[in-house]
């Protein structure tokens, strides 16, 4: 018997092939082609009328299946060999019952019964050699245990695994190349380490306060000296160790670091794009890091350090939902950053591209929209059904569509995709939606992944809210199917001239769903739109034409300033000021910043806070460098926190 062969369902030989070739497999049968079968040694073989002749080996799955039909991979004569198997058991008969005692229940097997040698023989020494680099580093799973109507599968970050049938013959995963084998590997050695009906695990992992040790000691230079005293000794340093974090597979503390590198280039540069809130933020951020994967419970040193991604994981024919686009300004630069979902693992996509805007011109979000990229126009890229047959992920989240002759790119209209989305990217409850970010550890820990926040919220009601003119904001209410709401925020840029008029007339049309970057701000849910799907079609507000020369409906009164809010950005101004100059540099005027600083955090009620602002003016006033970069760490990551939780 090969019981494997009868333990696939549709579903699962849709994934090992295509729905297309079950289909006509199906329909082949039906029509009276039937193969002859014959089982020999385990191996089933199958002639068809036609003369192909297919055999099934009793090892290996359909990856190991023959053909004589000359088909290069999954053609309908394998399908329908097993098609054909499923069909002459089903319809044999059942045998005479028996007084005999009825039988036990057929035990589910996981994925952790398969064994090293299992593995090597399968996939070769090459992926145990690659999986061992990232239990190494260490790496974080979801798991899903086999039950009688679920196949076992593991959510890895990189990939997700599932094992359609006991063994390794029929593992589906949308990892392609020698990435696919190595996810294959760490998905047995997650099932193995994991407690039974464990829902995540934890594998591996190095000693996160030694790799991040040389990364803490040289953002504390960067602090003491600030950008104007960070020379190219220290840059080449800070280059250095981005590549050892990388090699350490410390992919978030290597993100950090690099953008440090380039804040500090920009500086150098004297560019406009140049931001001392940046540098702040990344200075605090690395020993935030350090210190919380270090910690023994809470958020798991993999997530803070990022060492259970892969460096890019290759796709091979992927579907991508767009989900819009922003258009922005860097310095002289115009930016572009394209938002595509990838429905099958949950991820939101994005693709960043930049163009130098020529002196007296301008470059809008409508001749964005125009150019292309892998041969289709951004426009359509952003609002559409991407198919493509060659690109990659990087650990990041950024795609990289590829231009080759072979790497075919096609796109077409995005219906109602939207509604096909996980759950996990569109909100239908937005106030369960609200908890779930309010849940999230902060930011100065979380993955560093591209669109991380960006979600799609469906829409029962929308009400336009009017426009702004003292915030150059457009705003609307929307509420959720299931409950809750959020307040959708439009402002003006000169890059998108045309975004307000566009975001207006969806709003009065009646937005079917919302898709933006989405957070929190005093309990309210904001989001900032990056397409609005109406029944007209999706909406990309950036990539709009037009001039800004419409008339807006005027908003209601403007909302008083929030008294908590202010001294929260005061505060972190203090410390982006103290970060540029160089705590060797501080003198009295930044103590003096520092202590009213300390003084509003109070008066509001933050006294933690201002405690922290009160030991930092302390420690400034003294010779000892180290409480200096400690003071100021501790003060600047209670700030960031508190802004982000506000």
């Not at 599968?153 to 995963?173: R, W």
């Not at 007209?536 to 209601?556: H, I, K, R």
Request: contains cysteine; proline residues 6%; aromatic residues 2%.
């Amino acid at each position: 018997m090969r019981d494997d062969l009868l333990a696939l369902t549709q579903d699962a030989l849709a994934a090992l092939a295509n729905r297309g070739l079950v289909k006509r497999a199906a329909k082949d049968l039906d029509a009276g082609t039937v193969p002859e079968l014959s089982l020999a040694g385990g191996a089933l073989t199958a002639v068809f009328p036609d003369g192909a002749t297919a055999v099934l080996a009793a090892e290996g799955g359909l990856e190991t299946a023959t053909c004589t039909c000359g088909a290069a991979g999954k053609c309908r004569h394998r399908i329908g060999a097993v098609l054909a198997y499923q069909r002459e058991h089903a319809e044999a008969p059942a045998e005479t019952e028996t007084a005999t005692a009825p039988a036990e229940p057929i035990a589910v097997t996981t994925p952790a019964v398969i064994t090293d040698d299992q593995l090597r023989d399968a996939l070769g020494p090459h992926a145990l050699k690659a999986a061992e680099a990232t239990r190494k580093a260490g790496y974080t799973a979801r798991l899903i245990w086999p039950g009688p109507d679920r196949p076992a599968a593991a959510e890895l970050p990189a990939a997700t695994v599932s094992f359609l049938v006991p063994g390794l013959g029929y593992v589906h995963t949308d990892a392609t190349g020698p990435a696919r084998d190595t996810a294959i590997v760490l998905a047995v050695w997650a099932f193995r380490e994991a407690e039974a009906d464990a829902a995540t695990v934890s594998v591996g992992g190095a000693d996160p306060e030694a790799t991040l040790a040389e990364s803490v000691d040289l953002a504390r230079q960067v602090l003491l000296d600030g950008a104007a005293g960070a020379d190219a000794v220290l840059r080449a340093a800070l280059q250095r160790e981005s590549k050892a974090l990388t090699r350490r597979r410390a992919h978030w503390p290597a993100g950090a670091v690099n953008d440090l590198i380039d804040q500090l280039q920009r500086y150098e540069d004297r560019s406009a794009a140049y931001d001392p809130h940046r540098l702040a933020v990344l200075l605090a951020e690395i020993p935030a890091r350090a210190r919380a994967a270090a910690h023994p419970t809470g958020t798991p040193a993999a997530h803070v350090l990022g060492s259970e991604e892969a460096d890019a994981t290759p796709l091979t024919l992927v579907r991508l939902t767009g989900l819009g686009a922003r258009v922005g300004t860097e310095g002289d630069r115009r930016t572009l950053e394209l938002y595509l979902a990838q429905p099958e693992t949950g991820m939101v996509l994005s693709i960043k591209r930049d163009w130098p805007i020529p002196e007296n011109e301008t470059v809008t979000g409508a001749e964005v929209a125009s150019r292309r990229l892998a041969g289709c126009r951004i426009g359509t890229l952003a609002a559409g059904n991407t198919v493509t047959e060659a690109a990659t992920r990087t650990a990041a989240r950024a795609l990289k569509l590829g231009t080759g002759r072979l790497a075919k790119t096609q796109v077409l209209p995005l219906g109602l995709a939207w509604n096909d989305l996980p759950s996990s990217l569109r909100a239908t409850d937005l106030d369960a939606l609200a908890e779930e970010l309010g849940e999230r550890p902060p930011a100065l820990v979380r993955p560093r992944v591209a669109a991380e926040s960006l979600r799609v919220l469906a829409v029962d009601e929308c009400e336009p809210l009017g426009y702004d003119p003292a915030s150059q904001r457009l705003h609307a209410l929307i509420t959720g199917p299931d409950g809750g709401s959020a307040l959708v925020v439009v402002a003006h840029t000169s890059a998108a001239p045309g975004a307000l008029e566009a975001a207006e007339k969806a709003f009065a049309a009646g937005p079917l769903s919302i898709a933006g970057h989405v957070h929190r701000h005093r309990g309210k849910l904001i989001v900032e739109p990056t397409a609005i799907l109406t029944a007209d079609g999706p909406v990309v507000p950036d990539l709009a034409p037009g001039d800004d020369s419409a008339d807006l409906a005027a908003a209601g009164d403007a909302a008083a300033s929030e008294p908590v809010s202010a001294v929260i950005e005061d505060a972190i101004s203090v410390c982006a000021d103290l970060a540029h100059q160089g705590l060797r540099r501080s003198r009295e005027p930044s103590r003096v910043r520092v202590e009213a600083a300390a003084a509003a955090l109070n008066k509001v009620g933050l006294q933690r806070a201002a405690t922290d602002f009160v030991h930092l003016s302390k420690a400034l006033g003294d010779e000892d460098e180290a409480a200096k970069a400690a003071a100021w760490t501790a003060a600047a990551v209670r700030m960031l926190v508190t802004a982000e939780l506000h």
